[in-house]
């Protein structure tokens, strides 16, 4: 077992929001799908709460090998994935609930060797399938232009265009390779970080990790596949921790549940004739001030939940639900 593993194994990850969402989809029962398995605890706890079966899916290959040890407790009830979760009306032709818990879940960010971390040198890859572009091949290879929409649109990084030519200037004389050796060419393009403030490189992170994972347009097919696939009557709830993600989740839900609404006041307002959503919060759930002081990093979630109706779907366009739009930034 290599170190990296072992060290993930000893990584706790704290499912944020879990209590709340269970309260508010009770009772549960049938089956379920867990979108973004990571270390289980969405799963463990359906099956706890009464779901006969649970589709466990997510991308990282390491991630159900790392859980193997409890999984047999529910062995034939409990049904692996690898792969993404925008495809899981491939995977089965109706279930009562879908649950998807987004971002990079605790492990993946305290383990070097997968690069999502500014704070631990590794190579520059936040890749969370181990397929594909990395963020290395991103900031070695993107134009200028590109790479500051990619900072403005997915990481709301004000000094995106300062950042990108710092990064062409850098790349001109050796390439990235590496966490860090990125980390501090954005780090030059600030002052001084005071204390309590946020590093330099957070946002621009989190801003090349959307963009490599394709992480807006996952969810966004993820939730039109979700309605495809859930019962009338059946639930999907969303856990976000950021900005992008929940606009785009809410937007869903409000077109979805006939109450309209437009991606800006420019565009014109798109209302559907039917209901294939009635929402069961019209506000998201944020967690409580207890979870927050367990995991710091549960301060930006927000879950939002909504019922299935018995009406068939149409088809919608993605950036309906304010995806951003970056052209060639994904091949």
Not at 95 to 124: N, Y
Not at 238 to 267: C, N, P, W
Not at 280 to 287: C, M, N
Not at 294 to 312: G, K, Q
Request: proline fraction near 4%; charge should be positive.
């Amino acid at each position: 077992m290599s170190g990296s593993h072992e060290r993930s194994r000893s990584v706790q990850h704290v499912p944020v929001l879990l209590d709340a969402l269970v309260r508010m989809i009770s009772p549960i029962s049938g089956v379920w799908i867990d979108g973004t398995f990571g270390a289980g605890g969405y799963s463990k706890a359906l099956f706890h709460a009464g779901a006969r079966r649970v589709i466990a899916v997510d991308q990282d290959p390491t991630t159900f090998e790392r859980e193997k040890d409890w999984m047999s407790e529910w062995d034939g009830d409990l049904e692996i994935h690898g792969g993404r979760f925008s495809k899981i009306d491939q995977l089965v032709k109706e279930c009562d609930g879908v649950v998807f818990d987004l971002g990079v879940s605790s492990m993946q960010i305290e383990d070097a060797d997968r690069g999502f971390s500014f704070m631990r040198d590794g190579p520059l890859d936040m890749r969370m399938s181990r397929d594909g572009m990395t963020a290395a091949d991103l900031v070695n290879s993107a134009s200028e232009g590109t790479l500051a929409d990619i900072l403005f649109c997915y990481g709301d990084e004000r000094a995106s265009r300062k950042i990108a030519r710092a990064i062409v200037r850098a790349r001109a004389k050796a390439p990235f390779h590496t966490t860090l050796q990125l980390a501090k060419v954005i780090e030059c393009c600030f002052p001084r970080a005071q204390s309590g403030q946020k590093h330099p490189a957070t946002r621009s992170f989190q801003a090349l990790r959307i963009a490599v994972n394709d992480e807006c347009g996952e969810l966004a097919n993820g939730l039109m596949a979700a309605e495809r696939v859930l019962k009338p009557g059946g639930r999907l709830a969303v856990v976000t921790f950021h900005s992008i993600e929940d606009r785009m989740v809410k937007r869903f839900f409000r077109l979805r549940s006939g109450q309209g609404g437009t991606v800006s006041r420019y565009a014109p307002e798109r209302r559907q004739s039917s209901k294939t959503f009635v929402l069961d919060t019209s506000k998201p759930i944020t967690p409580t001030s207890s979870e927050f002081a367990l995991n710091r990093r549960a301060r930006s979630a927000r879950l939002r939940i909504a019922t299935r109706t018995d009406v068939t779907p149409d088809n919608m366009d993605p950036f309906e639900i304010g995806m951003p739009r970056l052209e060639n930034v994904r091949k």
